[in-house]
């Protein structure tokens, strides 16, 4: 009895090994997601940083989103998810303004999807200047006083430039990308698949792998 109580242990742990090591070999470094040289410091060091990078304008990215939230819905208390805007023109900069806009006045809940919806889905809305991003946040019940205070402010500008100088660390290549703890770029292409859930697969394993290093 006892002979065969220990002979399954040992199955079961080959079998949990067979598992960990199957998922091990699942995703490789340098093909499926990329190392960064120097780490980007995250904002807490006690939690598992998850980035996306992303632009209002992307097709892509819209059609994420919904994927997006409902990943991170499920994620545990040691993950939190923060959205970083690509600005690669001047377009992609007056919406990353808008994204901090909206963050520094409190209602980016509320406009996040507006957002996407309006360059996606509703052409007769139009963001192409700053005039245009006013009218915008102002329909969506925005003050307007408030909305200029903060819109070219030092706080939103700032934020703008370490998006850009955190993109280009990262060395993205397009949106949506994702950036796991400030180590790991990862994207659709590198995933090897063409869903945008491949990418998040990779993203699990990858919090899974700081998970353990750091023993918890």
């Not at 699942?26 to 997601?33: L, Q």
């Not at 192409?128 to 969506?140: A, P, R």
């Not at 703008?160 to 990862?186: C, F, H, S, W």
């Given at each position: ?115 996407f919806a309006a360059l996606n889905v509703e052409p007769k809305v139009k963001l192409n200047d700053e005039g245009d991003v006013e009218k915008f946040f102002v329909k969506h019940g925005v003050d307007k006083e408030a909305f200029r205070k ?67």
């Amino acid at each position: 009895m006892i002979k065969r109580f220990l002979a399954g242990l040992m199955m079961a742990g080959l079998l949990v090994g067979g598992v960990s090591t199957a998922s091990a070999a699942a995703f490789v470094e340098g093909k499926n997601y990329v190392r960064l040289d120097k780490p980007l410091p995250t904002r807490d060091k006690t939690r598992i940083e998850v980035i996306e990078f992303f632009w209002y304008g992307c097709i892509h990215c819209f059609h994420f989103e919904p994927t997006l939230k409902a990943w991170a819905s499920k994620q545990a208390d040691d993950v939190y998810l923060q959205g970083s805007p690509a600005l690669w023109n001047k377009a992609m900069s007056l919406h990353a303004q808008a994204f901090y806009t909206a963050q520094a006045l409190g209602v980016l809940d509320k406009l996040h999807e507006p957002l996407f919806a309006a360059l996606n889905v509703e052409p007769k809305v139009k963001l192409n200047d700053e005039g245009d991003v006013e009218k915008f946040f102002v329909k969506h019940g925005v003050d307007k006083e408030a909305f200029r205070k903060t819109f070219n402010s030092f706080g939103v500008t700032s934020q703008v430039k370490q998006a850009d100088a955190r993109a280009r660390t990262t060395g993205i290549e397009g949106t949506p990308e994702m950036l796991v703890n400030g180590r790991y770029r990862v994207s659709s292409r590198l995933a090897g698949g063409q869903s945008m859930e491949q990418m998040l697969k990779v993203v699990d394993f990858l919090i899974e792998q700081e998970r353990a290093a750091r023993g918890s």
